[in-house]
């Protein structure tokens, strides 16, 4: 955090703006929160954008595709990913009738590999930050995959500060483009049954992502509203079983998946 954010955050809240494009690449999802770093104190107005199909097409172009960050159209469609979000943020501003002290730049996930040390947010954060005129915190799995590390999920750490007053343990699964589950202990002082951390978070497996793909591919809508044609099937006992058996799914945490 730069140095004048910390200064000013050791006297009140910091009025922040986050911005999220999912793994499902819907959209992007921007959010008003007042925050010490450690509990939320209020939250604001939100906006949610979708992508234009157009847009996200493109998107998935990179996904399925090898990506190389400095290739033009790459270059090309990181400026027009930035520009939206910035969109994002002047929506919840114009909503809030206030500036925050920092926005939170997540961008697009377009390749996770953890297991060789790469992963890849689409945005440019410095020129997201030129744009606003405003502070950007930017990057938030590089440096933790770099060192060997998952880099996700990112989504333990706010469900900690939102549980913070709550009974533990506790345990809450969130199904976005990829699944995944925090469980939030209270430490045990020691024993066998001590834990050397009291937040535990890990990808769980696939999410809406493989259900908002099939249904654009077959039905030529974007997602399975209210889980209506869902709701008509039935389980495949076999060809669960069969999925149920890839390795990931007896792997141990910490484990992280991409689509």
Do not use: C
């Amino acid at each position: 955090m730069p140095t004048d954010l910390k200064k000013l955050a050791e006297n009140r809240p910091l009025r922040a703006i986050g911005l999220m494009s999912g793994t499902s690449m819907d959209g992007i999802d921007a959010a008003w929160l007042d925050t010490d770093g450690h509990a939320v104190q209020a939250f604001g107005p939100a906006v949610s954008l979708a992508y234009t199909p157009a847009f996200r097409a493109r998107l998935h172009g990179f996904v399925s595709g090898v990506p190389e960050k400095d290739h033009p159209a790459a270059v090309e469609i990181e400026a027009e990913l930035t520009r939206l979000h910035a969109g994002a943020v002047r929506a919840v501003m114009e909503k809030a009738r206030a500036t925050p002290d920092v926005v939170g730049f997540h961008g697009q996930t377009i390749w996770h590999r953890p297991q060789v040390r790469q992963t890849w947010q689409m945005g440019d954060g410095k020129a997201l930050a030129r744009a606003l005129d405003l502070p950007v915190v930017y990057d938030f799995r590089g440096n933790d995959v770099a060192q060997g590390g998952q880099g996700a999920p990112l989504l333990p750490l706010f469900h900690a500060a939102l549980a913070a007053t709550m009974p533990k343990p506790i345990g809450i699964l969130n199904v976005g483009g990829v699944s995944n589950i925090t469980w939030i202990s209270e430490k045990a002082a020691s024993g066998s049954n001590a834990l050397p951390v009291a937040i535990v978070g890990f990808d769980t497996g696939p999410g809406n992502a493989l259900l908002d793909d099939w249904m654009l591919k077959h039905t030529g809508q974007a997602m399975d509203a209210d889980g209506a044609m869902a709701r008509q099937g039935r389980v495949d006992a076999g060809l669960l079983a069969r999925l149920m058996a890839h390795p990931f799914f007896a792997a141990p945490p910490p484990k992280s998946l991409d689509r």
